[in-house]
């Protein structure tokens, strides 16, 4: 008899299930949004859920003036679980100490992690992310950094600070006693041993007043660090020419019925759609979603849309690369998302020129709408490095790129005009193929300088 009744539950519970799910085809479009996605990652109670994809990268103090970068699968990691664990820690039982101006040097006396975000968070974010309370994430404004200092002298203490970069202000908690102090620190000095071709030191340590605040600075030994070259790949496309079964297989999950989708032609721009959807590929390689499905108004917000955003993401089996979340912007009526690659702990960039010719600001664009995506723009290409890979010399360090940006724009050689961001990273040029390229942001523009001097 109990067997029986435990059997009737589940079946009466998956019923429920399928008419929750058809009902939301006929009147809503989910747009790749799981029940079961939205059931277990967005449970406020389970204290091990990880907001995936959200972070530039980690940067890792060594304690002796170098820094490690961590850049790509972070996400999974051990350290990365055991930093979130200190930063939920922190919010839940410590205490701010400290909502100032910032002092790099303090911040970055001795070991400690670093997360740097790719857009500013608020208040509101770091409450979903972290899963913490709102009386406690209210004193804390508007971020872009996040610094875990562990300590574990007598008695044991670590500081976590959210900083804004942008406006040098700080606000640090500081958290006491807690057994996840030394599982921090451990594995700090973990990753600490790690050796890598490249490393990072602090521009405010060494002194560097190019700046308008801290940046991790790329250095390396010797004159050159070899580095990698990537294959771009386009699937949709071979010898010249649109591969037309490839093209329709890639966007068929887009549809709720693939077979009463109609297609056009007209002037290279392949057009595929329903009475709600349109997608429409591009021969300079953007693919572009829209979907026209009636949805009532939904007041726009970061956590339920950003979720609605990884989850249709996820559903493209046709991402090949890793992606992180580079901006965002967001108005009354939409969220726009924009994602980037990354790849060999480096950053994949679209060059300007490739940004004019394809509209597209980064590399992945996607807008939701009333909880639901009304918008998807994505560069097909696909970036790997081969097996047995061609490797390029890079020889031009930042202070000669920047040298070189000042002598070619001697306009900008003023404290006005402080450098906002620079980062070595992998550049995509207007024929789809890569180098590594320092990206210099002065003023809001940016300036590409090729990391190779013959180049």
């Known amino acids: 008899m109990y067997l029986n009744r435990v059997k009737s539950f589940i079946i009466a519970f998956f019923v429920i299930l399928a008419i929750y799910q058809t009902v939301g085809l006929w009147f809503e479009d989910f747009s790749g949004y799981s029940l079961f996605y939205s059931l277990f990652s967005e449970n406020n109670s389970n204290s091990q859920r990880e907001i995936k994809y959200?972070?530039?990268?980690?940067i890792i103090n060594k304690g002796n003036g170098e820094f490690i970068k961590k850049n790509n699968n972070i996400y999974g990691s051990s350290y990365k679980t055991v930093f979130d664990e200190a930063i939920k820690a922190a919010l839940k039982n410590g205490e701010l100490k400290y909502n100032g101006t910032t002092d790099w040097?303090?911040?970055?006396?001795?070991?400690?992690?670093?997360?740097?975000?790719?857009?500013?968070?608020?208040?509101?974010?770091?409450?979903?992310?972290?899963?913490?309370?709102?009386?406690?994430?209210?004193?804390?404004?508007d971020f872009d950094t996040i610094i875990i200092s562990p300590d574990i002298n007598v008695p044991e203490s670590m500081r976590v600070s959210f900083i804004n970069t942008k406006e040098n202000k700080t606000y640090a908690i500081e958290?006491?006693?807690?057994?996840?102090?030394?599982?921090?620190?451990?594995?700090?000095t973990s990753i600490s041993s790690e050796e890598d071709d490249i490393y990072y030191i602090s521009s405010i340590q060494n002194g560097f007043d190019l700046f308008k605040t801290n940046i991790?600075?790329?250095?390396?030994?010797?004159?050159?660090?070899?580095?990698?070259?990537?294959?771009?790949?386009?699937?949709?496309?071979?010898?010249?020419?649109?591969?037309?079964?490839s093209l329709e297989k890639n966007i068929n999950h887009f549809f709720e019925n693939p077979a009463v989708?109609?297609?056009?032609?007209?002037?290279?721009?392949?057009t595929y759609s329903d009475e709600n959807t349109v997608v429409k590929y591009y021969t300079n390689g953007v693919l572009e979603y829209s979907s026209y499905k009636r949805a009532s108004?939904?007041?726009?917000?970061?956590?339920?849309?950003?979720?609605?955003?990884?989850?249709?993401?996820?559903?493209?089996?046709?991402?090949?690369?890793?992606?992180?979340?580079s901006s965002?912007?967001?108005?009354?009526?939409?969220?726009v998302f924009y994602f980037n690659y990354k790849i060999d702990n480096h950053n994949i960039l679209l060059s300007t020129q490739l940004k004019e010719e394809t509209d597209l600001k980064s590399i992945i664009e996607l807008t939701v709408s009333n909880s639901r995506v009304a918008r998807y723009k994505r560069l097909v290409y696909d970036f790997n490095i081969d097996s047995a890979p061609v490797y390029n010399a890079a020889d031009v360090d930042f202070l000669s790129a920047i040298d070189k940006?000042?002598?070619?724009?001697?306009?900008?050689?003023?404290?006005?005009?402080?450098?906002?961001?620079?980062?070595?990273?992998?550049?995509i040029d207007k024929t789809k193929k890569t180098s590594l390229s320092w990206f210099i942001s002065i003023n809001d523009d940016i300036y590409v300088v090729d990391a190779q001097s013959d180049a």
């Open 105 to 141: 040097f303090n911040e970055l006396s001795s070991v400690c992690a670093v997360y740097n975000f790719g857009y500013t968070a608020n208040s509101s974010q770091l409450k979903y992310i972290y899963d913490a309370k709102a009386s406690v994430c209210s004193k804390i404004n």
């Open 261 to 270: 989708k109609w297609t056009s032609t007209v002037n290279n721009i392949y």
């Open 297 to 325: 108004y939904s007041k726009p917000s970061f956590s339920k849309d950003y979720l609605t955003a990884l989850s249709f993401l996820e559903n493209d089996a046709n991402i090949n690369n890793e992606y992180y979340l």
């Open 405 to 427: 940006v000042y002598e070619e724009n001697p306009q900008l050689k003023s404290k006005d005009n402080s450098i906002e961001k620079i980062e070595l990273c992998y550049n």
């Open 175 to 188: 958290l006491k006693n807690n057994n996840v102090i030394s599982k921090t620190y451990n594995e700090i």
């Open 54 to 58: 959200n972070l530039d990268n980690i």
């Open 328 to 335: 965002y912007e967001q108005d009354e009526e939409k969220t």
């Open 216 to 245: 991790f600075l790329p250095r390396w030994n010797g004159s050159v660090i070899e580095y990698p070259n990537l294959t771009t790949t386009n699937p949709m496309e071979a010898d010249g020419g649109v591969l037309l079964m």
